[in-house]
């Protein structure tokens, strides 16, 4: 089955960190590039981060520019979304997604994504 499955989520006071981690199942993320997206609540889903295959390549929304880091270690088969300096405004579902595409900010590049996992920020 081919999947990609998020991990890492919680509940973070502002101010805090958090580390998501994306594995793909029956996908070779290497060949892949990966994007990480977000969906508060009442609100559309939002890019928040691209990196390209090699990871030599990223590119971040303007609201988490500075704050959150992409990474991926195609050896494990895994990319990663290290958020730090969280802000309440940060609560959303966090999804990590793949595409046979370049770097790109559009969602709907996108052919495989995951279930999504819950961050949320308290004040």
């Known amino acids: 089955q081919v999947q990609l499955v998020e991990s890492g989520g919680g509940f973070v006071q502002a101010g805090g960190s958090l580390r998501l981690s994306c594995v793909g199942s029956?996908?070779?993320?290497?060949?892949?590039?990966m994007g990480w997206f977000r969906q508060a609540p009442g609100k559309e889903r939002e890019f928040v981060s691209t990196?390209?295959?090699?990871?030599?390549?990223?590119y971040y929304a303007d609201s988490v520019k500075g704050r959150f880091t992409v990474s991926r270690d195609n050896a494990q088969n895994t990319g990663y979304l290290q958020m730090t300096s969280l802000k309440p405004e940060d609560t959303a579902v966090y999804f990590c997604?793949?595409?046979?595409?370049?770097?790109?900010?559009?969602?709907?590049?996108?052919?495989?994504w995951g279930q999504g996992t819950q961050v949320t920020v308290s004040s």
């Open positions: 997604a793949a595409t046979n595409q370049g770097t790109t900010r559009r969602e709907s590049m996108y052919e495989f």
């Open positions: 029956g996908l070779t993320l290497r060949r892949l590039t």
């Open positions: 990196i390209g295959r090699a990871g030599v390549s990223s």
